[in-house]
Nanobody, 117 residues
Framework: QVQLVESGGGLVQAGGSLTLSCVAS????????MNWYRQAPGKQRELVAV???????TYADSVKGRFTIARDNAKNTVYLQMNSLKPEDTGVYFC???????????WGQGTQVTVSS
């Protein structure tokens, strides 16, 4: 059974930092691209950052220079380091595992991030 479990969310003041973690089980983690998405109240879920199975990273323009995605294949874990947080970063953050070879994909349950002004 595949499971993705996010953690690390919370309440932080604007300008602060948080690090999210997503631990995967039931998949060969190193074969998957790992994505972080977020969903603000009343808005569509948006892609925030991607780390490919080769270790390349890409970011949404809104978080470039502030967020860093990293993966540890030995721990089946992907991280999202979030610095200089803004109120508009508030939302539920989800991780998603995607295997582009066969389009298998799995979601975590999400973790809430709230940035106060």
């Amino acid at each position: 059974q595949v499971q993705l479990v996010e953690s690390g969310g919370g309440l932080v003041q604007a300008g602060g930092s948080l690090t999210l973690s997503c631990v995967a089980s039931g998949i060969i983690f190193s074969l998957y691209n790992m994505n972080w998405y977020r969903q603000a109240p009343g808005k569509q879920r948006e892609l925030v950052a991607v780390t490919t199975n080769g270790g390349a990273a890409t970011y949404a323009d809104s978080v470039k220079g502030r967020f860093t995605i990293a993966r540890d294949n030995a721990k089946n874990t992907v991280y999202l380091q979030m610095n200089s947080l803004k109120p508009e970063d508030t939302g539920v953050y989800f991780c998603k595992a995607v295997r582009t070879l066969n389009n298998n994909n799995y979601w975590g349950q999400g973790t809430q991030v709230t940035v106060s002004s």
